[in-house]
C-alpha cells in the first residue's frame, strides 16, 4: 500500500512540476496495473488454456473408460448370476 501512496505522490510532484502530460499518466498508470495483475495472477498458480484442455481430454477419456469397465462389470455379474 505504501508503494501505492509513494507512486500517487510522485505523479502529483510531476504534474505539479508540469513535467509529464496526461499521456505519460496514462502509461504509469496502465504500466503500474499490469505489474500487479501480473504479481496477482503469478501466485495464484494458473494453467495455460492449452494445457486446461489437455487435461479436460484426459479427464474426459477416463471417465469415459471407468463407464465401459463399470458396463462389463455388470455384464459380467448378470453372467455369473445366471450360471448359478
Given at each position: 500500500m505504501e508503494k501505492n501512496n509513494n507512486f500517487l505522490r510522485n505523479i502529483a510532484k510531476v504534474i505539479e512540476a508540469g513535467?509529464?502530460?496526461?499521456k505519460d499518466i496514462?502509461?504509469?498508470?496502465?504500466?503500474?496495473?499490469?505489474?500487479?495483475?501480473?504479481?496477482?495472477?503469478?501466485?495464484?498458480?494458473?494453467?495455460?488454456?492449452?494445457?486446461?484442455?489437455?487435461?479436460?481430454?484426459?479427464?474426459e477419456k477416463l471417465i469415459n473408460d471407468i463407464k465401459n469397465l463399470k458396463g462389463k462389470r455388470k455384464k459380467k455379474n448378470k453372467k455369473i448370476k445366471q450360471a448359478k
Open positions: 513535467l509529464i502530460s496526461s496514462k502509461k504509469e498508470v496502465e504500466n503500474t496495473i499490469k505489474f500487479r495483475i501480473e504479481q496477482i495472477v503469478g501466485k495464484l498458480n494458473l494453467v495455460s488454456r492449452e494445457e486446461f484442455e489437455v487435461q479436460k481430454k484426459i479427464t
